[in-house]
């Protein structure tokens, strides 16, 4: 065996600093592509957060290029240089040295502060998605197999796997799931929120850029997983009110006017049972249950006159039925009766026949006096 | 056949002592409690199973090279990739890394005669081959089909199989605590005299962090499997919401478990390299106790971030800011490690032996692995990220391009050591740069598939994603036909390879001064130990080894200790 013999303070090796700053370049060049890389051209940023996202994934790439850069340039310059060498005796051993506790420091402090400065970039770009504006249109999207649920607060009926968003407006989504855990994902938004049974997740964006993209789901949900994928287009602002009316039209209600005349008393008594009854009486207005007795409507004088401050008539009847009516709370000792609230149309689930048969039973009550 | 006390400094007196030799093939084959048969046994059944779970990649890959699925239907798919999740994880890289190279080695390197409950690895073993034949035996009655990670509420609607997989995982789960038990008090109680802490060889300490997470961390999952299997056989509802139950329970007790045991996995591979890297470098290891203190940082950082995995799932926004940033603190003791694995590197006279190579690999591989991790720790481009072939592509970085490169490491380091025959060296170099080539090829273009928007886990996808999908297909061809190389090499070797000496690559840890392959007592006197064994170009840091190991012949497995003296005060 050799004798042992300590090393001369070597330097760091040949070309140890070309090769530094070799790599140093490297990474500028490369870190300069990185950071002005061009996403949207590879896949659009169709929504609000999809920029501020894209500009974080590009900030991280750019650190993580930078490490790789290093890392793998000096494995390599390392394995060539170090190599072991033919005139090298069976003997041969490298620098014996352990440790260098001032580059072990630097090399825990400069990855922490590459970490923070992620950590607090990362931070920024979560706020902002927090802070991200919704509200304007509120919606809610309910996972099945395999397909997607969406429910516009001014559509009676859900439409399946068809999304249409106005461009500019901020959303509100609240997802949830019927079944099994899917997900919503539009690879445009660069957003995502698992669909999970008795749990619901908001995702606010807002749509910016008109075109069709697709809703993925990235849960396994079942065997048509691969299959379970919608459309979200993104129309502009009339062609979205157009396909709003458009699916109002195909869904029956709303658009034509409700024909009062041709009610059917007992058919109103059948659906009043079914859905009225719960809450109203058919007493006097005092007659309470949860709302006021509906039984005197035209002749009780104590009925309030809501609609249009005149005594009520069939018309007025069938506004309340169909917007649905907020009353004051007056039942802390307040003065005036206690109303409460009176869903609308879409959460009573009637249709135009509906509105006009329970109308034609409630005026039919009255006349029985 | 008592060996007399004054030759081992520190021992207590009469406590240590060679059994007799057990006798018959069962004895000493199959039901052996020597931890080194043990090993080899994990290694085998770890193997096996890793071919089979590689077969099913393969089927996988088959069924992508169209977007239309070119074999199998989409039920059949689903089972497929969730057994081969499954039988990588905690048929595989678990068993081997833990089971294999852990019994094998550990007690060797820390001058043992065996681990402390020699029944208990025996028992800890044997589930494992159960566990295993249980969970592939669930394509007989209709495989599990809801990946790996088997989410309810679609894993209580499972084929029966689901059930078979739950009482697999569950026994896998109870093998690891056994072993977690028995080598964290193996290591605690068995060193040699004079092995301090800090006197422990590197992969030793790898295994001691892992032993702790396997300890704990498994016990989460053994409750979460039991909930489901309750819930499926007997309406227990645990998960269904439907009935007051919680889906995220599920993920969050899963998680619980498997963010820890991706350390599982992947330290036992930091330690192997750890021993490969100053061994081929001729160097001591670089930074000694802040790889060994970073892999306590790890394991514990390990269970305080498993939620990052749920960060689209559904929490309170506020509680993803913890658990992000907890992420990227563990990305600096990850990076200490490979700073100093670099820093061995340098100014070493390398020697490119296939298991230096697969060190090397590993570095790279793992290092880009720990990158595309830090991508899917920020909430904002997780929720990008999550659940597409990004994910994808990120664990079969840190699993196979660290786990497995890892084992691949250790087996050509060890293999002489295990079978006492030399492998073959050029095909070792074959096996590496194909393996490493194809490997890229094949998982490095499922980053972008994934961020162009292919989730995971579908048997079918856009035409659009077609180009890249093949290319992973081909690179994972021949990705296994490399494998291939590995297996024939091993069986040349077993036939006709050359013997191999006690230490053939002048290696400095204890177990490379006994015989290849060792005898069955292991040490015929418990060394004492005097410095860490890093120190290329010094005597050996042992005292009162036996003279008859020295194989080469040229002095240099027993060099007298520089100090003998010191060795009397342990």
Redesign the interface.
Known sequence: ??Q?TAPRK?N??PGFWQVAIGLTVFNAISSYFIWTLDIDK??PEAAA?AG??DE??RF?SV??NA??VY??G??VY??VV???RPS?GPD?????????PK??LW??II??IL?IA??IY??K??AN??NTLGDVLTMESVGHQFNYEFRYPNLKKSVYDDMHLPVGTPVTLHVTSA???H?F?V?EV?????M????V?TLRFTPQKTGVY?I????????????MVAKMTIDSQQDFSRWISQQQKLQGQGGGPIALASGHADAGQALFGQKCSTCHSVGPFTQKIVGPGLGHLFDDPDHPSLVTGEKPSPEDIAHVLVNGYQGPDNSQGKAGPSIGVMPNRQANALSNTDIANLVSYLVSLSQKK | MAIAAHHRPGLIEGHDHIHAEPQGIVAKYIFSLDAKVIGVQYMIAGLLFFVISGMLAEIIRIQLLTPGGAIIS??TY?AVYSLHGSGMVWMTIIPLVTGGFGNYVMPLQIGARDVAFPWLNLLAFWMFPIAGVILFSSFLVGAP???WTE?P??SL?GPPGTSLWCVAIFLIGISSTLTGINFLVTIFKMRAPGMTYTRMPLFCWAQLATAMLNMVATTALAGALLALFLERQFNVPFYD??RGG???LWQHMFWFYSHPAVYIMILPAFGIVSEIFPTF????I?????IAFSSIAIALLGFMVWAHHMF???MA?WL??PF??LT??I??PT??K???W??T????????HPAMLFA?GF??TF??GG??G??LA????D??E???YFVVAHIHYVLFGGSMFGIFAGLYYWWPKISGRMMNYRLGVVHFWLTFLSFNVTFLPMHWLG???M???????RPEFQFWNDVASIGSFVLAASTLILFYNMAQSLIRGKKAPGNPWHARTLEWTISSPPPYYNFKTIPAVLKNP?????PLPYFGLDPQEDEEG???TF?PAPHAETAERH
């Open positions: 065996m050799a042992y070597q760091l090796g590879y896949l957060p501020d996202i974080l994934f991280l650190i993580g490490i790789l890392v793998i000096f494995i390392f394995s170090w190599r072991r090298d041969a051993i490298g620098i014996q040295i352990h440790d260098n580059l072990e090399w825990t990855p922490s970490m992620i950590a990362s931070v770009i979560w998605l927090q079944d099994v855990i997900s994902w690879p660069r957003i995502k929120a698992d999970v049974p008795g749990l997740q697709r993925i789901c990235t849960e396994f949900c079942g065997v048509s997983h691969g299959n | 989409a039920d689903n089909d809801a990946g989410y509420p679609i609607q919401p439907g919680s889906p995220l470098a001729r160097k001591p670089f930074g000694y106790k802040m689209t799932s559904g926004p993803q800011l992000m940033i990227m603190v990305a600096v990076g200490i490979i700073f100093s670099m820093a590197l340098w100014g070493g006279k390398i020697e490119f090397i570095l790279i290092t880009f990158i595309t830090v991508f920020a909430v904002p481009t929720l990008h999550h659940g597409t961020l162009e928007g989730p995971r886990r579908v048997a079918e996808y890093y120190d290329f170009g010094e040229d002095g240099s060099a």
